[in-house]
């Protein structure tokens, strides 16, 4: 191309054809010509301006390598000379320096960017130009960081890569030049921008000198220069240059590809692996500096791999290992022989023709050589090449041999290291280096192949998806070709090494040894597929040693190994109140959408929220996102992260994909799991042994191995897990993720029509992991799942306590003697209930086919109620994910679909609550936890009854503990009542609304006849309606009728439970009369229907559903309802009297006050009593008061009001007063008050004319409703205290026929002559204060008065 733009070229003459190429070669040359003056004139006097430098690179920057190939010489000349000046004057002694005219800095650095421009366009023409060139180049770039600028020395280097990136091999086919690739083979593409398809045109090939023996002196010259530089900067710490190293390295990379032959490079290998080998050990501590450079790292590698790709290649070593070709490309493994690494290599000595080169090693441990000696460091001259010699090896046998178990040695201590250096760059160049070594080196090293394929494993599943898709690759086509690269015989010996080795690493210190092992060990057998690992367990001894070394890795006794500070860290802290920051991550753990359980629950009772206004969906994407499942076991925590827990339970998961039974292979599944089921087995046997013999779980626990049993059986219990998780889809999508990140390599082998034999182990298309899931026999799996699910759900294994206020400890003593070991191991167990989630996904609806859903919905319900958070939580996750894989959107809809089964064992156990103490939880909390109870209320029936039983004076006195939990199961039930009954009376007027619609657009009664069908119809519709609104109401009785008497309990708990049954109660009762009301509506038009068209055998139907007992619940349960009302306002408890005065504010605007009006007028004063006396003032004690009855069975004592703070007294107050407030306003509820009126508005009054301040605003509240229903007594009441003391500035009377104030009211001589006091009787502590009585008379003659005289 180059010759097409610039015309015709003779190579003979040196000129150009054509007058435009003439012209241009002139104009070249005249530029040329000024600039090498300059030069000339530069040289001779330094201190001149160097200001025409940046032309002159310019110019060279832009002309092509054609135009200035001609003049290459007349432009290096001066070029050179102030080369020599430069390096000159900065090597010479300190004093010889001041005395000789200095090259500058600026000057030098000029003249080397401008060389390196000239040399990459321009080739050399012959070998003595070659010699003098790189020497003088040398000799500048080895000037010490104190002579020279490290911008010279860099430039020197890259004058010196360029003479090499454009050497050139010649024309002639025979040279040996042809036979290397002529530039780096692990270069990368972006830094490879010369092309190297021309060849040389002068008569001298230069490549094939350097691959020469005449030559070896000056390239052990160059690359003992090249290492000491890049050397010199890491010894400089952060003040060398990583940019010189860089360039030192792709130098030496560069000389060496140009000289690429084995005989060339052997004899100075042990001297450049020495060094490259320093380079990659500090690597491993630096991360700074020139020596932690990664870009230099990166070239290290690359470098010394592209070396021994040269010298250990495995074709050019044939003679030497007296090996046949074929034998190479298919070796068998058996006839290796490992080399022996007791003796380790000190000193390799090789004397070629009198020379004595020495690698040792020094007292740190590092190699350090020279490759030749000190005396060769010198100005080397093509003569004095060929005067030494050459510097050669015989690449023996016994050479190769003993030089591969020494670069073993040295990449073993370097190669694992790096494969995890956090710099993606230098684990990509790791990643070439691997590829080149495995590819052309595989059997020369073998003793380092299988440490290269286990590097090459763990950058296959590393985080940078670009190395690890490579990795894949190139691993991929390792397994499939079957030449010299296959390497399916060194997978059972990588295999070996990495079982044997995992328990070391992964109870050491080092997590991330440990983490690439067990990474290792999970690629090698994905990719060797499931007739591999099936191989592996053949054999039972096999099989237990696999899974004991799993047992000991996931072990809870790992939990005390790691690093120092990871377990402080994990520990639980020791003083103060505050929880360490590990157990609020711990004990707060979302488990689903605006519900979460927090900490433990002392009482037994779980934390649950109420969520029927949102239903948990229950999609699978959704709880993978939201719950970690399976998650990782709580001991694993101290142990390594969640890497590493995937890594070790990703091979257990190959492991039980691996060994399901399909139609072609009789899998060991369920032989292989029994091993570690016997755990469980064991741990079964002797609990019932404990059982049998009465003995103390203390006691037991204390016995020799129970512990470790019992932690035994959660680590069996995880590896289960782990195994049948492999059988889910789920799980190969994640190995589908993980290790099929491209398909390049199998679409390319498609492309060219690849033939694959019946032995290869990884086909193409499709995974022979995902052949051998779908080949998986169901019924093999579902046998295998009911064996393991008999001893999940066995009793004994729940019946293990997990804290010392479980039902299950026979006493408070043995609960204070049990250690904490032991509730942590038990509930560590019943976490791995998980399982049931497992298995679910890897059998989808067969899980319930098979009674399996049956067998563990009650028992994940039951632990919702667990006071360990933990075991709530993982209960929680299954749940969901047997809703999903059920195909139930929500939880809800789960229980809804198998409620008989749920509510039928409730039943079954509420007859034994002896045995079964925590079932009142059980239901509470499935009846929170699913937000659907009001769908199965017609199911609750039956569990009611019980409860109802359970809470009568005789229950409560037999369990006094399990009151509050029954309490909590029919608030429960109580608010699933309110739930339908809030829809009811709106269906019903609906339904009536259609009726009425219907009859009026149908007109006479003559056009009836033929709709019989359609009558029926709606006659049954009403009937089912009238049938489901019993059954509410009947439900909502039995719950008031239960919660009633507990009204009256001491224990606040428990009141306020009851308080809102009752509320709940009397509003589900009010919507039922209300529906039923509409329905009597409906049946009348009915009716009128049937008489007018003669359907009476449809009337007979439409009184079958009729009882007559429905149609007046709500008053008489409120008659049973008010005197415990009453005797809870008589209670000490300030907080359950609020919530009282509430409930009755309630219930009396739904009875109306019609139906109170004498119960006020009897029992008011409990009321007003509370209105009496100022939070401020002792109670003044009544001598009538009589002491409240005492049941036999109770030993507590009442307390007296004294106790109560201030603060309290005046909530109540606030409450009564808001209660007056209420009622009052409310039309349908004020005629409760009518009786009473003056005593309340007379107490009101006092208390708004007091100086209590916290009770002003509750005050004017409740005179502001009580003035609605009589407002000139309030007016009166208020205005004879106001005007009493306000003695100036009365008002007049508006004309003279109205008396004067003072008339109509007259002064009051004393406080007790007030109309509130004589109203509302004497209080205490309520003094009279003007500034609170004028505040309160203006306020309310704006709000009510004003409205009230003018309306």
Request: aromatic residues 8%; negative net charge.
């Amino acid at each position: 191309m180059e010759l097409e733009e610039e015309g015709e070229f003779d190579k003979l003459t040196g000129d150009f054809t054509d007058e435009a190429s003439q012209a241009q070669f002139s104009n070249t040359f005249a530029e040329l010509q000024a600039y090498s003056l300059r030069l000339l004139e530069l040289h001779q006097n330094p201190n001149q301006s160097p200001s025409f430098f940046t032309s002159f690179f310019n110019f060279l920057q832009k002309s092509s390598a054609q135009s200035l190939q001609p003049f290459f010489d007349y432009v290096l000349f001066p070029l050179l000379l102030l080369l020599d000046a430069a390096t000159e004057c900065r090597s010479k002694a300190k004093e010889e320096r001041k005395m000789s005219s200095k090259v500058s800095d600026k000057v030098a650095e000029s003249v080397v960017m401008c060389l390196e421009q000239l040399l990459s366009k321009c080739y050399l023409g012959s070998v003595d130009q070659m010699v003098v060139l790189t020497t003088k180049l040398a000799k500048a770039a080895m000037l010490s960081p104190s002579e020279a600028s490290e911008e010279f020395r860099e430039g020197a280097i890259k004058c010196f890569r360029a003479v090499f990136s454009s050497l050139r091999g010649c024309s002639d086919d025979f040279c040996s030049c042809n036979q290397i690739l002529g530039f780096p083979e692990l270069l990368e593409s972006n830094t490879l921008q010369r092309s190297f398809s021309k060849a040389s045109e002068s008569g001298e090939c230069l490549v094939a000198f350097l691959q020469s023996q005449d030559a070896s002196v000056a390239v052990g010259y160059w690359l003992s220069f090249l290492l000491k530089d890049a050397d010199t900067e890491a010894a400089r710490g952060h003040r060398g240059s990583g940019k010189l190293r860089v360039e030192a390295f792709l130098t030496l990379r560069w000389l060496v590809a140009k000289v690429g032959n084995a005989d060339a490079l052997a004899y100075f290998l042990p001297g450049v692996v020495s060094q490259f080998n320093k380079v990659l050990h500090v690597s491993k501590t630096m991360i700074t500096g020139a020596a932690g450079s990664v870009e230099a790292i990166d070239q290290a590698i690359r470098g010394l791999a592209e070396y021994l790709m040269i010298v250990l290649q495995d074709d050019v070593n044939l003679s030497g290992l007296d090996m046949p070709k074929n034998v190479i490309s298919g070796y068998d493994p058996n006839n290796n022989k490992s080399s022996s690494f007791l003796e380790e290599l000190r000193r390799l000595r090789i004397k070629p023709e009198g020379q004595n080169t020495i690698v040792e090693e020094d007292n740190d441990g590092e190699l350090v050589n020279m490759i030749t000696p000190k005396s060769e460091f010198k100005e080397l001259s093509a003569d004095s090449m060929k005067r030494k010699g050459s510097l050669h090896v015989a690449r023996t046998k016994d050479w190769i041999e003993e030089t591969s178990a020494h670069v073993n040695k040295l990449l073993c201590a370097t190669f694992p290291h790096i494969c995890v250096h956090p710099a993606k760059k230098v684990r990509k160049g790791l990643l070439a280096a691997i590829r080149g070594l495995l590819s052309n080196c595989s059997y020369t090293l073998k003793d380092s192949r299988l440490m290269l394929l286990e590097c090459l494993c763990v950058m296959v599943v590393g985080d940078d998806e670009e190395i690890s898709v490579a990795a894949q690759e190139f691993l991929e086509c390792l397994f499939l070709y079957s030449g010299k690269h296959c390497v399916k015989f060194d997978v059972s010996d990588i295999f070996g090494r990495l079982i044997e080795m995992l328990p070391k690493v992964v109870l050491g210190s080092d997590e991330s040894l440990a983490l690439s092992q067990a990474q290792k060990l999970l690629v090698i057998i994905y990719y060797s597929g499931p007739q591999f690992m099936l191989d592996q367990l053949q054999s039972p001894v096999s099989a237990a040693r696999f899974l004991d070394v799993f047992t000991i890795c996931l072990g809870q006794n790992s939990a005390f190994t790691g690093s120092l500070d990871k377990l402080i860290l994990a520990r639980p802290s020791s003083a103060g109140f505050l929880h360490s920051i590990a157990e609020l991550q711990a004990g707060a753990h979302l488990t689903d959408f605006g519900q979460t359980f927090i900490g433990s629950v002392p009482s037994g009772i779980s934390k649950l929220t109420a969520i029927q206004e949102k239903p948990i969906q229950c999609p699978w994407e959704t709880i993978r996102k939201t719950y970690e499942f399976p998650c990782t076991p709580p001991w694993f925590v101290t142990v390594g992260s969640q890497k590493l827990y995937q890594a070790l339970a990703g091979t257990l998961r190959l492991v039980g994909l691996s060994l399901v039974p399909d139609f072609e292979i009789e899998g060991q599944l369920s032989v292989i799991t029994d091993m570690p089921l016997g755990h469980l087995r064991r741990l079964v046997s002797e609990v019932r042994v404990r059982e049998y013999n009465k003995e103390s779980w203390q006691s037991w626990y204390n016995r020799t191995g129970s512990g470790h049993l019992l932690r035994q059986a959660g680590t069996a219990a995880c590896i289960i897990n782990e195994m049948l998780f492999g059988l889910s889809d789920e799980a190969f999508d994640t190995f589908t993720k993980m290790f099929q990140k491209s398909k390049t390599v199998r679409e390319e082998a498609r492309q060219s029509g690849a033939e694959f034999t019946d032995g290869q182990w990884y086909k193409f298309g499709e995974s022979t992991w995902k052949t051998k899931l779908k080949k998986a026999v169901k019924s093999h799996l579902i046998d295998c799942v009911g064996k393991i699910m008999h001893e999940y759900v066995s009793s004994e294994v729940w019946d293990l306590p997990t804290d010392r206020k479980s039902s299950l400890l026979q006493s408070d003593e043995e609960a204070e003697d049990i250690t904490l070991h032991f509730f942590r191991d038990a509930a560590i167990l019943h976490q791995e209930i998980n399982g049931i989630g497992i298995f679910a996904l890897c059998l989808g609806k067969d899980f319930a086919s098979s009674g399996f859903l049956h067998l563990s919905l009650y028992l994940l319900l039951e632990n919702l109620i667990s006071s360990n958070s933990q075991v709530r939580s993982a209960s929680d996750a299954v749940l969901h994910v047997l809703s999903a894989t059920s195909g139930y959107p929500t939880v809800g809809h789960l229980v809804l679909a198998n409620a008989d089964y749920v509510i039928d064992s409730i039943c079954r156990q509420l007859r034994h609550l002896d045995l079964n103490p925590h079932v009142p939880n059980v239901l509470a909390a499935m009846l929170s936890y699913i937000g659907v109870a009001y769908k199965i209320l017609p199911l609750l029936e039956e569990p009611m009854r019980s409860v109802s039983q359970e809470l009568q004076i005789l229950g409560r006195h037999q369990h006094p503990d399990l009151n509050i939990s029954f309490l909590k199961a029919v608030a429960e039930i109580m608010k699933a009542s309110k739930h339908e009954a809030d829809s009811l009376p709106s269906q019903a007027e609906s339904y009536l609304m259609r009726i009425k619609s219907k009859i009026s657009e149908q007109g006479s009664g003559s056009c009836y006849d033929n709709d019989t069908g359609e009558w029926e119809s709606i006659l049954y519709n009403l009937n089912d309606c009238k049938r489901y609104r019993r059954t509410v109401g009947s439900i909502a009785g039995s719950c008031l009728t239960t919660a009633i008497p507990l009204l009256a309990s001491e224990k606040q708990a428990a009141c306020l439970v009851a308080l809102d049954i009752v509320e709940n109660g009397i509003v589900t009762i009010a919507k039922v009369e209300e529906a039923y009301r509409h329905e009597k509506e409906t049946k009348e038009e009915i009716e009128e229907v049937l008489r007018s068209s003669s359907m009476y055998h449809l009337q007979d139907n439409l009184d079958a559903a009729d009882d007559g007992a429905d149609e007046n619940r709500l008053l008489p349960a409120m008659n049973k309802l008010w005197p415990f009302l009453v005797i809870c306002i008589q209670s000490n408890n300030p907080v359950a009297v609020r919530r009282c005065l509430g409930v009755i504010s309630n219930v009396v605007q739904i009875c109306g006050g019609d139906f109170f009006s004498r119960r006020f007028h009897t029992d008011g004063p409990h009321f007003w009593k509370l209105l009496s006396t100022s939070p401020f003032q002792k109670k003044h004690k009544l001598k009538e008061a009589k002491a409240p009855l005492l049941l036999p069975y109770r030993n507590t004592s009442i307390s007296s009001d004294d106790s109560l703070a201030e603060v309290s007294n005046m909530k109540v107050q606030v409450a009564v007063l808001n209660m007056i407030a209420d009622l009052s306003r409310n039309e349908k509820s004020a005629s409760a008050l009518e009786v009473v009126l003056k005593k309340v508005s007379g107490l009101v009054v006092g208390i708004a004319c007091s100086g209590v301040v916290g009770l002003r605003d509750a005050s004017m509240n409740a005179l502001s409703g009580l003035a609605s229903i009589d407002p000139d007594l309030i007016w009166l009441l208020l205005a004879d205290v106001y005007y009493s003391l306000k003695k100036r500035n009365l008002p007049s009377p508006p004309t003279s026929d109205f008396p004067e104030i003072l008339e109509i009211l007259p002064p009051c001589l004393s406080p007790k002559e007030y109309l509130y006091v004589q109203y509302g009787g004497q209080s205490y502590g309520f003094d009279v204060d003007f500034s609170s009585v004028d505040t309160v008379f203006r306020k309310l003659h704006a709000r009510s008065f004003s409205y009230q005289m003018y309306s």
